[in-house]
């Protein structure tokens, strides 16, 4: 039984998709508790002075949720970090 994670033989591998040099999207997907560190990440994300155009996909719902969308707020990255809520499939 694997309760935290996933078997890796049950997922095909794939190429890596076309990377441009300007354009990273990262995807954040968890059940979001303050231990994530995804506030450590968006605090890394608004301190970056690099020529990439960052942005950041957060997939889930959690405790932390609220405290994360009012860091995004004000620091003023809603047009840099964008939330889904819960998906599935």
Not at 50 to 72: D, F, Q, R, S
Request: net charge positive.
């Amino acid at each position: 039984m694997i309760t935290n994670s996933i078997q890796v033989g049950s997922v095909a591998e794939r190429s890596a998709p076309a990377f441009d040099g300007h354009q990273l999207d990262i995807l954040f997907v968890a059940k979001l508790y303050r231990h994530h560190g995804l506030d450590r990440l968006i605090y890394g994300l608004i301190n970056y002075s690099g020529n990439m155009n960052i942005n950041l996909h957060v997939v889930g719902n959690g405790l932390a949720m609220p405290e994360i969308k009012k860091l995004v707020q004000d620091l003023k990255m809603q047009h840099q970090v964008k939330f889904y809520g819960r998906l599935h499939g």
